[in-house]
């Protein structure tokens, strides 16, 4: 069953930037962090409870702050100062930023700012990021909304205080769509799930009657394509997030699987087996058009695009052993790009163009990794009993991913989501109501 007010969800978390709040400071600050090293010693940043002249306004400001600074804590780039070693207060601060107090807890940004429900019931809320050191205002900014969006309102400013600091693009503001499972491992059930990328805001899409896998975004339109049994046999399901509607994308000839969206959200890649035979196949949405991609023997699946749409990343066990592959679009100029031992899938190319993230498997043990499209460069990030299914977040910067424990002897396990930086270092599970797997991240939300 699909949840019906999605459309009123929608709606609710669409934001409107205003304008400036203050003149911004130089563009030039010295402030800044450096994400280009491996390693990255976070930040000292405080981030204060925003102020309100009334209890509803402070209550909201209060949470508001909350959210950014648990939203940069889990980047891994920046270490939010506990409010307890505050020496100036919210309310002060509307007056003046009093440096030498924010430099004795060696605070080296703050952000600050003020919650303002209007006479028509929206909410207002107004932010400021600063240089502690340089003393100065390096970005500020207002935001309005309905009230009850002051979560994505949180996010939105997250994403601009990250992209100030680092000079990329946040991803704060995005949701991820998931397969939730529950159940016993002979009796489990997969239902379609869509969350806040923080885990809040938790929905189920589907009612779990039929099994659904690899969940995929559009990356310009509120629709997800998944697989799903319903009726008994797979399917590619599109589903608009907005409305709540799904339609089948067609009635083939054998199983269709892993769907996935090229970059202009017209056409979906799909893997489909005829008379025992799996090949990579592009349907054209607004036609329902289908090209056929690979015509070979082997097991072709889960393509992926590049982020320009000219090329596709692929598995493939036509050497063998299942390995990566690169082709154009059209199916033409095939080329192995993975050559160490053990077996690759899931792979996925990065919004940004330069890696391609996989899974493999070598010696009974899982592992997440990248390399370049070329297959230089290639290096693990994440590894256990069973590690699988990365996606993007929409600045190339995090991966999400699922990990599953061991059964213990009742034949119980556990299936987690968890997100990780390129560095290696950031591992973080992203709490869900129940197991979950097979996680896809949207774009930025508007």
Request: proline letters at 5%; hydrophobic letters at 35%; a neutral charge.
């Amino acid at each position: 069953m699909i949840v019906r007010n999605l459309a009123l969800f929608v709606m609710a978390v669409a934001l409107m930037a205003v304008g400036a709040l203050l003149p911004a400071g130089s563009a030039r600050a010295e402030l800044n962090v450096d994400i280009t090293r491996g390693y990255v010693a976070p930040l000292p940043i405080a981030v204060t409870d925003f102020a309100g002249s009334q209890p509803d306004e402070q209550l909201i400001g209060s949470d508001i702050a909350k959210v950014i600074a648990d939203n940069l804590e889990r980047s891994g780039l920046f270490k939010p100062i506990n409010k307890n070693a505050f020496i100036q207060d919210s309310a002060s601060l509307q007056a003046g930023v009093r440096y030498g107090d924010w430099r004795l807890i060696n605070a080296q940004a703050l952000v600050t700012g003020r919650a303002i429900l209007q006479a028509d019931g929206r909410l207002r809320v107004e932010i400021r990021l600063i240089d502690v050191f340089a003393e100065n205002q390096m970005i500020g900014f207002a935001l309005e909304n309905v009230k009850t969006a002051w979560r994505r309102i949180a996010h939105y400013a997250s994403d601009q205080i990250y992209k100030r600091l680092t000079g990329e693009d946040g991803y704060f503001n995005t949701r991820v769509v998931y397969v939730s499972e529950s159940g016993t491992q002979d009796n489990r059930r997969r239902r379609l799930a869509i969350m806040d990328q923080d885990g809040f805001d938790h929905k189920f899409l589907t009612d779990g009657r039929a099994d659904v896998f690899t969940p995929r975004f559009s990356p310009n339109r509120q629709e997800i394509t998944y697989l799903s049994y319903e009726g008994g046999q797979p399917r590619v399901y599109l589903l608009n997030l907005n409305t709540g509607q799904q339609e089948v994308l067609g009635n083939f000839r054998g199983m269709t699987f892993a769907p996935r969206f090229t970059p202009d959200g017209d056409t979906v890649l799909m893997s489909m087996a005829e008379n025992g035979n799996t090949d990579i196949f592009a349907m054209d949405l607004p036609t329902r058009r289908i090209q056929r991609l690979t015509n070979n023997p082997a097991i072709d699946t889960s393509p992926s695009p590049s982020p320009d749409g000219q090329y596709i990343v692929f598995n493939s066990d036509r050497g063998g052993s299942q390995q990566l592959y690169t082709m154009r679009r059209d199916g033409s100029d095939v080329k192995r790009i993975s050559f160490n031992k053990g077996a690759y899938g899931t792979p996925v190319w990065s919004p940004r163009g330069d890696l391609i993230a996989f899974t493999r498997i070598n010696r009974g043990t899982f592992y997440i990794g990248v390399m370049r499209p070329d297959g230089s460069g290639e290096r693990m990030l994440a590894e256990g009993f069973h590690v699988e299914g990365p996606t993007w977040s929409p600045n190339g910067r995090v991966l999400s991913f699922y990990r599953q424990s061991r059964a213990d002897s009742q034949g119980r396990f556990t299936t987690k989501l968890y997100t990780i930086d390129l560095t290696g270092y950031n591992e973080r599970e992203v709490l869900t109501p129940l197991d979950g797997t097979d996680p896809a991240w949207s774009p930025l939300l508007q």
